[in-house]
């Protein structure tokens, strides 16, 4: 509890069964690595990149409900077999917005 680092070089390290609540973890390279069994409660993550690669991030069986984006650059996201009630992109419910792609699909097949 209470311990610094800084200005370390810890690739290819594993924690495990880690508390760090209340911590800050900043000025970070984590390309290529792997969270997972992650409580993310309150977390906020800002000012991020893709880095030089510019690979994309997956989030898979993740609950993010309530979860906001804002002035992110979500170009090329894809969300696939995800529960979005509830969801709004703009303050445009994204039901609303299947709703009304649905509605115009069909009038293209008439």
């Known amino acids: 509890m209470g311990v610094r680092f800084n200005n370390c070089n ?7 069964n880690i508390n760090l609540q209340n911590a ?3 000025d970070l390279n984590l390309s290529q690595s792997e969270m997972g069994l992650v409580t993310l409660g ?3 993550v800002h000012d991020t990149n ?12 993740c609950d993010l409900h309530g979860s906001k984006f804002d002035n992110c650059n979500l170009n090329h996201v894809e ?9 709004k992109i703009n303050g445009i419910s994204v039901e609303d917005l299947m709703e ?3 509605s115009l699909q069909g009038k293209r097949k008439d």
């Open 42 to 44: 309150g977390v906020h």
């Open 50 to 61: 893709l880095g030089e690669k510019n690979e994309p991030i997956r989030f898979e069986h």
């Open 10 to 16: 810890l690739s290819e390290s594993r924690f495990q």
């Open 79 to 87: 969300i696939s077999s995800s529960d979005v009630t509830g969801m």
């Open 24 to 26: 800050l973890i900043a």
């Open 100 to 102: 009304a792609y649905e």
